[in-house]
């Protein structure tokens, strides 16, 4: 078989697409309207921080010292503070869910504080019809008491007690604890999964169902033609698409970038031809738009978003579901993104993930290329 | 010399999923130089047998060789050999002429000067030159088939597979699409031509005859004609009622088919030149019975085992319809826009009670359109549509209660079973109770349903769902029956059928609007209307409309001589207006 031709088909299938892809709003609006939309839900719209909850402090205790414990919540930037001295008022804001948390400085406070012997007990109520919140508020409760009593203690130097742990936290890589800068890195990975498969699977269910891939199948062009005639032009179109939401990530979220492009040109490569080899392989089972869609949605974007470990920490889900989690290419691809956003280049996560990656795109390809035989049945 | 290039045996086809076979032990031959016309009525394994001779699909069992390549073993070089044209043409709709014209020229490893050379002679033959820029999803259906035929010849195969080439495509374009195929054809290159029209298969040199996946005739048209020969006649000169005539007729023993063709009735006798007497079929003492050339159709019907005959179970069911004194639908300059684009334009008409009118024109002249207003499924821009009295605007609901609708393909729900689509239209046209368990009854009586009442409708035979969808719009006694497309792809023994109830249901003066391409259908009608690009360009008889275009060179027209004279006239008057 001679090289030219084989060459002068691909050249005429790899042609005919990119003018489809200019002509045919579908492809470019999933190639960059996903992104944009992908990254302004998330990016604006899901943020683990807190800020501002609404915390109600009863005091009924209103001595100094208590009142220096009220100014400390007060300067928190994590907290909207509104004081009482009725503790029944909050109770009611509570179950309507204005307030997120009552803190209750009871009476004798300031009394036990003084006493060495005693334990002053302040005491916090949340709302655990969400747990997330209530967690953070007990974390950052804890933390703005911890503060107050170091601050008291080195106010009263004869108070301190003898070894006392001073504990300092230091935060790596994300030292600001900004969830964008873990949120972003991971909405790439989601949106080259689903923007990868739904183009291949929605053109090529297309051409299914107005009857060209017929016409194209009777002709001497060969299915590996076929396929390359597509996965070539979306590969470009995808990591035009990929690098454009990594560069809106960056300048829209100030999320850094620590690592090299080679490194993000690897690993995104690999993910990429993964998601559009699994959209040729879902077309070509359901050879029609409606259910590649469908399908792209539940097999792309749906494991790719929960059992990634872009937002649910894996290694806190039951043993089972971490299990099938190994089997999401997107996993290794989260890890390896966000490591290279936060962390830098580090080899000896990228290679092994990257090793993975590429094991999964042959799995994917030897399967797309055994279910796509050049026939109709 | 002619060659052998196809060589099939004993090819069987059979689907996962389905019961029976696509194909039934086929064999046969094709040979270059000769257009081969595979003909049958939908779900015949028409395109089946297409497909795998484009070693697009496997045999089950048996083999197909093309020019002594294997389809099985050898696919890539029959594919290199071939050019095939599905049913949708293959064109892609979102490149022009000229794009898709070099993507098939890349596929095809034509470069260079042969390229050139091709392409002009392609789009001078095609007549697309001045249309080369253009996308291939804006051109008409015939230019498409056009383009479609052009990307198939930029290499000359030696084998053209045509799959229903002219489905959709207005008769001026039919026409020349097989001068055009009729001219290629040469001792280097054989021709399939797939169709569903009988009488395009008339013209093929050599025809397959398939049914439900069956090989009933390969030979030459004439060697089929053999079969009726001194066996078909018509009824001329009918007094009265020619339907009652063709009912009558029908009934006779010596008669096994027969169809209404204008004023005259044409039958098919059982033996040859055994014919009933003008007293026997009561066609009155003028009339007079002419041997007439036998069809195509005539052939397949008696391979058969001829027609359902002439009673329908149906009217004589139904009651009479009450007489009505004026024209019972009305309608009066009905103009429809879809933004820029006119679909209808300023359509007017009318029908009496108990006549069958016929909307007719090719796919995309608007006649679905105006057959929606009509109904009242579509809001008219301008104008007024009334049945029986009831404008759809103001009574949509009290009109819609006169009429029953049969959508195209048939619109039932394909997910419910038999049973509970007749309960469901049952209870749509507001029977209940008793009364609706009678009609249910009998509507499965009638239409012999009884088999099929816990299948889902489908995956019915195409038959079958026609039956159903017509019990289903006439359950109400409407006054006004609408049937689009209503024996679209279905055999002819089953066309046959549906005509008798139609028939007999006119005769309980029922009124009748249809549409079809079927142009041995529209002889049906009592008076038919030519809907081309939004106008309606004609309106008459069959006998009428031929006679407006009778000339020297046309001394007997047919329907559709008719139809292309009325079509290439109005043409002309545009022009000449621009």
Redesign the interface.
């Known amino acids: 078989m001679n090289v030219f ?1 084989i060459l ?2 691909l ?3 790899i ?2 697409e990119t ?2 892809i200019l ?2 709003p579908s492809s470019l609006l999933i190639a960059f309207f996903i992104p944009v939309m992908f990254l302004f839900l998330y990016g604006y719209g899901l943020s683990l921080d807190i800020k501002d909850i609404k915390l109600g402090i009863v005091m009924e205790d209103t001595a100094p010292r208590a009142q220096s414990l009220v100014r400390s919540f007060m300067n928190s930037k994590y907290y909207d503070v509104r004081i009482d001295h009725n503790k029944k008022v909050f109770e009611k804001q509570l179950i309507a869910g204005k307030i997120k948390g009552i803190l209750v400085i009871p009476q004798d406070f300031s009394k036990k504080l003084q006493n060495k012997e005693d334990i002053a007990p302040i005491q916090l109520i949340t709302d655990g019809s969400d747990p997330n919140t209530a967690n953070l508020i007990q974390n950052y409760t804890r933390g703005v008491w911890q503060n107050w009593l170091i601050q008291e203690s080195y106010n009263r130097p004869q108070n301190q007690p003898i070894g006392q742990i001073n504990m300092i936290s230091r935060v790596w890589f994300n030292s600001e604890l900004k969830s964008a800068n873990f949120i972003i890195p991971g909405i790439i990975a989601i949106v080259m999964a689903l923007v990868g498969t739904l183009l291949t699977s929605l053109v090529l269910a297309r051409e299914w169902e ?3 891939m ?9 299915i590996v033609e076929i396929i390359l005639g597509k996965i070539i032009p979306y590969f470009i179109l995808g990591m035009i698409s990929m690098a454009l939401t990594v560069i809106a990530g960056i300048l829209l979220f100030e999320v850094p970038f620590r690592g090299s492009v080679f490194w993000l040109l690897i690993m995104s490569s690999v993910f990429m031809f993964i998601s559009l080899f699994l959209g040729l392989l879902i077309s070509t089972v359901t050879k029609s738009q409606f259910v590649a869609f469908m399908t792209s949605l539940i097999v792309a974007f749906l494991p790719t978003f929960i059992l990634s470990g872009f937002l649910f920490e894996i290694s806190s889900m039951p043993e089972i579901i971490q299990l099938i989690s190994v089997l999401i290419p997107a996993r290794y691809f989260v890890l390896g993104i966000q490591t290279l956003f936060l962390a830098g280049n580090v080899p000896e996560v990228f290679i092994p993930d990257t090793l993975k990656m590429i094991a999964f795109g042959i799995i994917v390809f030897l399967i797309t290329a055994k279910v796509t035989v ?4 | 010399m002619t060659k052998p290039l196809v060589k099939i045996n004993n090819l069987s086809k059979r ?1 996962p999923k389905s019961n029976g076979f696509a194909l039934n032990n086929i064999n046969l031959e094709i040979c270059t130089g000769a257009i081969t016309g595979l003909v049958g009525p939908d779900g015949a394994g028409k395109s089946t047998l297409i ?1 795998m001779i ?5 045999p089950t069992s048996g083999n197909v060789t093309v020019n002594e390549f294997d389809s099985a073993k050898e ?2 070089k029959i ?2 050999i ?14 022009t002429v000229i ?1 898709n014209l ?8 034509i ?1 260079g000067n042969e390229k050139e050379s091709q392409f002009k002679r392609l789009l001078k033959f095609t007549d697309l030159e001045r249309f080369t820029s253009r996308l291939a999803g804006d051109l008409s259906g015939g230019m498409k088939q056009k383009l479609g035929l052009a ?1 198939c010849l930029i290499k000359t195969p030696q084998l053209l ?1 045509l799959d229903e080439p002219s489905v959709g495509v207005d008769p001026i374009s039919r026409r020349e699409l097989w001068t055009m195929v009729k001219e290629l054809v040469n001792d280097e290159m054989g021709v399939i031509w797939g169709t569903a029209y009988l009488d395009e298969a008339e013209k093929c040199d050599d025809v397959l005859l398939l049914n439900e996946g069956n090989l009933l005739f390969q030979g030459k048209p004439d060697k089929l004609y053999e079969r009726v020969k001194n066996r078909t006649f018509q009824i001329q000169n009918i007094e009265g009622s020619n339907r009652k005539v063709l009912t009558t007729a029908l009934t006779n023993s010596k008669v096994i088919d027969g169809i209404i063709q204008g004023r005259s009735v044409r039958i098919v006798t059982r033996e040859e030149s055994v014919f009933p007497s003008t007293q026997e079929i009561d066609s009155g003492l003028d009339s007079r019975i002419v041997k007439v050339a036998p069809r195509f159709e005539d052939a397949f019907i008696d391979i058969l085992g001829g027609g359902p005959g002439g009673i329908s179970l149906l009217s004589e069911e139904m009651l009479n319809i009450p007489e009505y004194k004026e024209d019972i639908i009305n309608v009066n300059c009905l103009t429809k826009a879809f933004g820029d684009f006119i679909a209808a334009n300023n359509i007017c008409f009318s029908v009496k009670q108990g006549e069958i009118f016929g909307l007719l024109g090719p796919n995309g002249a608007g006649k679905s359109t105006v057959f929606k207003m009509m109904c009242g499924l579509l809001k008219p821009t301008n104008g007024t549509a009334d049945i029986a009295g009831y404008d759809l605007r103001t009574a949509p609901g009290e009109a819609r209660s006169k009429l029953g609708y049969m959508a195209q393909k048939f619109s039932l729900y394909d997910n419910l079973n038999v049973q509970q689509n007749l309960n469901f239209f049952a209870g749509i046209y507001g029977l209940s109770g008793r009364k609706k368990h009678k009609k249910i009854e009998q509507m499965i009586k009638i239409f012999d349903l009884k088999q099929y009442l816990e299948t889902s409708a489908g995956d019915l035979p195409l038959g079958f769902k026609q039956r159903l969808a017509l019990s289903c719009a006439v359950m109400h006694n409407p006054p006004v029956l609408f049937l689009d497309e209503p024996t679209s792809g279905v055999d002819p023994i089953t066309r046959r059928e549906f005509w008798v109830h139609i028939n007999g249901l006119v005769q309980k003066g029922v009124t009748v609007v249809i549409t079809t391409h079927f142009m041995d259908e529209a002889e049906y009608c009592d008076r038919m209307g030519l809907i081309y690009q939004g106008n309606l360009i004609a309106i008459g008889s069959s006998d009428e409309l031929k006679n407006s275009v009778r000339s020297e060179i046309l001394p007997d027209p047919t329907l559709e001589d008719a139809f292309i004279e009325l079509i290439k006239a109005e043409n002309l008057q545009r022009q000449a207006l621009k």
């Open positions: 031709v002068r088909r050249k005429g299938l042609y005919k003018l489809q002509r045919d107005r009857g060209t017929e016409a194209l199948m009777a002709t001497p062009v060969t050049k026939r109709l049945d | 689907f497909r484009a070693s697009l699909l496997l696919a890539h594919q290199s071939i050019s095939y044209m599905p049913q949708k043409f293959g064109l892609y709709e979102d490149l794009e070099n993507l098939y020229a890349d596929l095809k490893n470069t990307c597979l």
